[in-house]
Structure formats: C-alpha cells, structure tokens
C-alpha cells in the first residue's frame, strides 16, 4: 500500500521559515518527487520537483526563496521554504512519480501571517 506523509506545516508570520517533509512508503522505486500548492478557490500549481538523479525545477515565484531535496535511502523529500510571503499561503501536497503512476499525499497546511 503507497502512503505518502507530510508534515512540517502550520503557522508563521511573514519572513519566517518552514521546513516540510514528505516520507514515502509502500513505493519500490521513486523517479521523480514534488510540492504543489493549491491556495482556496485556486488550481493545483507546481511549487518544486526533484528527480531521483538530483534535477530540480522551481516554479519562478519560489526560485531563491525555497529549497528541494530528498533522502532516497529514506523515501523522504523536503521542502525548505524561507522568506515567506502571505500569498504562499496554501496547502502543500507532496507528489511521487513511479514508473508512470502518480501518488498524492494528504497536504499540510502552510499559513503566513502579514
């Protein structure tokens, strides 16, 4: 069974950091990981994405300001977002890709106060 966990979100006045971390079991082998972000009455937008190689790709707004990485010997991603801003207020949702499926974790919550 393929669960995928996240945690590290919750509440943070602007400026400040946060620090997700997405753990993935039940999955043999993991191609490519990411964060999404659906804000209320939004879409589901990419916020970051790592290959199992180390190939990262940053949606623009979040280029210098987060950080994406995984452990694949731990099955666990992470998302290191600093300088946040109000409008990253969202749920994050991590994805996992493996051998053409798509798996979703359940999300967290990231609130940035003004």
């Avoid at 879409?43 to 979040?62: E, F, K, L, P």
């Avoid at 731990?74 to 890709?97: F, H, I, R, W």
Wanted: contains cysteine.
């Amino acid at each position: 069974q393929v669960q995928l966990v996240e945690s590290g979100g919750g509440l943070v006045q602007a400026g400040g950091s946060l620090r997700l971390s997405c753990s993935a079991s039940g999955i043999f082998s993991i191609n490519a990981w990411g964060w999404y972000r659906q804000a209320p009455g939004k879409q589901r937008d990419m916020v970051a994405s790592i290959t199992r190689g180390g190939i990262t790709n940053y949606a623009d707004s979040m280029k210098g300001r987060f950080t994406i990485s995984r452990d694949n010997a731990k099955g666990t991603m992470y998302l290191q977002m600093n300088s946040l801003k109000p409008e990253d207020t969202a749920v994050y949702y991590c994805n996992v890709m493996s051998f053409g499926h798509n798996y979703w974790g359940q999300g967290t919550q990231v609130t940035v106060s003004s």
